[in-house]
């Protein structure tokens, strides 16, 4: 298992190939971008017209524009696989690094190292600039459960983007990745949200984004619902790897 497990020159590589891809490294700064500034924007918006204007729940409300950060989350997770299944980019991976499990985590890895340090900024950020708009109306970092969202925040955007991670490495194709998960996020969710009852819960973002609620609802607590969004997580990288090491270059 050793000579499976990543280098520090494999990782550096991989760091490479994500710096030099405009459109990856976009992505990911776009993830902090878009979170913190939708937030903020909103909250300047809207924040202070009454109690309860941005939702019900106010320490949700705080992190509304994760919404829109996980969009990117997904497009940094899947652009940065979807790479290596163009012009024979994987073939020259595979040259460098035989081994490919090895490869495969060290991907991985990097993605979601990457992610997880852009993650617990923008949830920082994004509680603290959307609360600054907030006026009478907003929360003190220190608040009851504010610890938790915005550390749990940059979980749920690293677990999105190995999510989109993983099923590129199934599918090979950024775009199929991301015609299924947008549309999922932004409107499937919701529907079945409204009809399926507590199936519901189970489905990734309304796992994930329970350890940002004040009050949990259903069954899910705040780290067992980021646990269900692990799994998901969890069964994408895995189908991912099967794929990497059973399909031909």
């Known amino acids: 298992m050793s000579a499976a497990l990543p280098t520090v020159p494999v990782l550096h590589s991989e760091w490479i190939k994500i710096r030099s891809l405009r ?7 776009a993830i902090f971008v878009a979170t913190a500034g939708i937030q903020a924007l909103t909250a300047a918006a809207i924040g202070q017209a009454e109690a309860g204007s941005m939702g019900d ?4 409300a705080s992190y509304y524009g994760i919404n829109f950060g996980q969009i990117a989350a997904f497009a940094f997770g899947a652009t940065a696989l979807s ?45 603290v600039g959307g609360q600054a708009f907030m006026g009478p109306y ?33 599918l090979r194709s950024a775009a199929a990745v991301l015609s299924l998960l947008i549309p999922f996020v932004l409107m499937v969710s919701f529907v079945v949200g409204a009809t399926a009852g507590g199936v519901a819960q189970y489905l990734p973002d309304r796992a994930g984004q329970v350890v940002m609620r004040a009050e949990t609802v259903g069954d899910l607590g705040p780290w067992s619902g980021l646990g269900v969004l692990a799994l998901w997580t969890a069964a994408a990288l895995l189908g991912g790897w099967v794929a990497v090491r059973r399909r031909n270059v």
Do not use: W
Not at 57 to 60: C, E, F, K, T, W
Not at 99 to 107: N, W
């Open 23 to 29: 459109g990856t490294f976009g992505a990911l700064l």
């Open 83 to 127: 790479s290596e299944f163009h012009n024979g980019a994987l073939c020259t991976s595979l040259t460098a690094v035989p081994h490919r499990t090895r490869f495969y985590l060290s991907k991985m890895a990097v993605v979601g190292g990457l992610a997880f340090l852009v993650g617990q900024v923008t949830g920082l950020a994004t509680f």
């Open 57 to 60: 729940d106010p320490l949700l």
């Open 138 to 170: 907003a929360l003190e970092l220190g608040s009851a459960g504010t610890y938790r969202a915005v550390f749990g925040s940059g979980v749920y955007l690293t677990l999105m983007a190995l999510f989109a991670a993983g099923l590129t490495a199934v």
